[in-house]
């Protein structure tokens, strides 16, 4: 793989990527598209500019943790991963079948390369502050950075993590909000809302960033910021559309955690280009 | 009563600071070792190991969760975290995060709960761990441990640190009998028979093992000959010396301060069923929460003494003839 800071270049593995997601939940016939194209510039970013990372040597005791706390978006994960070229892309559309490294979600006894096993909300930010202490009693260079579904922090345990990292001045950990507004049962707002989210996160301690998370060149200044930013932790929340890419799951709380059909797959790629 | 046994059982630490003790002995010998706690240092007895060892000691506060998950991201950045509290608070409050962030993935975390059993006394149930064992069991690769004594609990502790993978081990807020002298070989998973017997064996871990040597000599004075086997290693059961035993004297007592319902006494009789069936009793907390009280109290009031084993070990000799 080659690392990249060009937007163009970048923008072109995203649209890689919305493919790659729109055709392996359609294979697999079930998964979460909705949340996975919203992420896809945040984890393009992060895995082709932002991180210092090595596929060859997974696991480079120096190397920059990910942890995809909402792991029901593996399908942007294993995405990007397999064009880095940890994995193979040729078996995403085994995702979610027996035998597959492809699992439901996250799973590091299938793909050992993943730094956590997730899924269950509420835990990546606390697994990925284990990991930046670890690291920092070692003397690492290394950074985490823990990417939160926005309906996931209504979960209390990220609030303890919350809690916690600027208390211990850990300026290794970033966390990024996919605050693409829709849960499974709807729009955040109508389900528990999370405002005044920005406002949150800063009381809480964190040098907090709002941005549009679909920015590539935003992504990268804030990603840059958080870098710069010493004596506390990073929250980056950034602005997305759920389903982002293909208009008619844009916005749309039923593409939460519903595959296209192969009519709607059609639709996409034409969409995504 | 005249003591049959070579055990005087006098009284020593309690578990829980000697497994504060060899806390600081592991930090001296491995500097991967990392402690963290949740507000409770003072009482889990992970102090000492603050005290000597700031740079590697977490606290976390009282946010149970976040202290779990935190322990299995620094197993897998390498290090060997101990993370300790009361066991109830640990394994209630931190079980889903064990199973994800510990067990699934099968990091290198080690969880301490102290306080456990009903033997903590005034401060009551909601501070009791009858559910600690059976929870831990629960999670798949998991080893559990319930340690004696203090030199049990030294040697488990430090075995714990030297095993790859996860661990949960049970210690105690009160003083309990010396069981072990110095030389005495620890293995995780290998029972420790502490007498021999015929006529019946008597199965425990933690604090009653002691009360099933003062119920072998009730026992023996009634020319009933009892065998004693310390199951520290609650997960993976010592298979061979359950079968042993079940053959050799056909009738078991398990005795331990857990739910019987969850305990050691249901994985040995799944154990016995499977290898060698035998009758078997059960002596433990039955189907409810305790109550406050001094420990003795409550120890007694719910049926934790070495009288009760003895009766359990008469009733499983009478059923045997």
Avoid at chain 2, 106 to 130: L, R
Wanted: overall charge negative; some cysteine.
């Amino acid at each position: 793989m080659t690392q990249t800071k060009n937007v163009e270049e970048l923008a072109a593995i995203c649209r890689t990527t919305r493919r790659q997601i729109v055709e392996m939940i359609t294979a697999a016939k079930s998964g979460h598209p909705g949340g996975s194209l919203s992420a896809v510039e945040i984890m393009v970013t992060l895995y082709f500019d932002v991180l210092r990372h090595d596929p060859a040597n997974p696991h480079w005791p120096d190397r920059d943790r990910i942890i995809l706390s909402k792991g029901h978006a593996c399908p942007v994960l294993y995405s990007v991963m397999a064009q880095c070229g940890y994995t193979p892309v040729d078996e995403l559309k085994n995702l979610r079948k027996i035998g597959s490294i492809y699992q439901g979600h996250p799973d590091v006894r299938f793909i050992p390369a993943l730094e956590a096993s997730t899924g269950s909300l509420g835990q990546g930010l606390s697994i990925g502050i284990g990991m930046a202490l670890g690291t920092k009693l070692d003397g690492r260079p290394s950074r985490t950075y823990v990417i939160l579904g926005d309906g996931e922090i209504q979960e209390g345990q990220i609030w303890e993590a919350a809690m916690f990292a600027p208390y211990h001045k850990m300026d290794n950990i970033v966390c990024i909000v996919d605050y693409n507004r829709i849960q499974l049962d709807g729009f955040t707002k109508d389900i528990l809302d999370l405002e005044p989210l920005t406002d949150k996160w800063k009381a809480f301690g964190w040098h907090t960033l709002s941005i549009d998370g679909h920015d590539i060149a935003a992504l990268q200044a804030a990603f840059a910021e958080a870098e710069a930013t010493k004596g506390k932790p990073t929250c980056i929340i950034a602005n997305t559309v759920k389903g982002k890419g293909v208009s008619f799951m844009e916005n749309n709380p039923k593409y939460h955690g519903v595959a296209p059909t192969q009519d709607e797959l059609e639709k996409a790629l034409q969409e995504i280009g | 009563m005249a003591v049959r046994t070579k055990y005087e059982l006098k009284l020593g630490p309690a578990t829980r600071e000697a497994f504060g003790k060899a806390l600081v002995e592991l930090g001296r010998e491995n500097k991967d070792v990392v402690v963290l706690d949740a507000d409770l240092s003072k009482s889990t007895m992970t102090a000492g190991f603050a005290k000597e060892f700031p740079d590697r000691f977490v606290e976390c506060g009282i946010a149970e969760a976040n202290m779990v998950s935190i322990a299995g991201g620094l197993a897998a950045a390498g290090k060997i975290p101990f993370a300790s509290s009361f066991s109830c608070f640990l394994l209630n409050k931190g079980f889903e995060q064990m199973r994800v962030a510990v067990a699934y993935p099968n990091t290198n975390a080690k969880f301490v709960g102290t306080h456990s059993g009903i033997s903590i006394g005034e401060d009551g149930p909601s501070q009791m761990s009858i559910e600690d064992l059976a929870l831990a069991c629960a999670l798949p690769g998991f080893t559990v441990m319930s340690p004696a004594d203090e030199l049990a609990t030294i040697a488990l502790v430090k075995a714990a640190a030297h095993h790859k993978g996860p661990v949960f081990i049970r210690a105690g807020r009160v003083k309990v009998a010396t069981i072990y002298s110095e030389g005495q070989q620890f293995e995780i998973g290998k029972a420790i028979q502490l007498q021999e017997g015929t006529d019946v064996t008597l199965i425990a871990h933690g604090l009653m093992v002691a009360e099933c040597l003062k119920a072998s000599d009730i026992l023996d004075a009634e020319g009933i000959s009892a065998r004693v086997i310390d199951m520290h290693t609650i997960k993976p059961l010592d298979r061979e010396a359950i079968a042993k035993a079940s053959r050799e004297t056909k009738a078991i007592v398990v005795a331990e301060e857990h739910l019987v319902d969850a305990g050691l006494g249901a994985r040995v009789a799944q154990v016995v069923s499977e290898e060698a069936p035998c009758l078997m009793e059960y002596v433990g907390v039955e189907n409810t929460y305790a109550e406050s009280g001094s420990p003795d109290g409550v120890l007694q009031k719910y049926g934790l003494t070495a009288e009760k084993v003895a009766e359990a070990a008469r009733k499983a000799v009478r059923r045997k003839a």
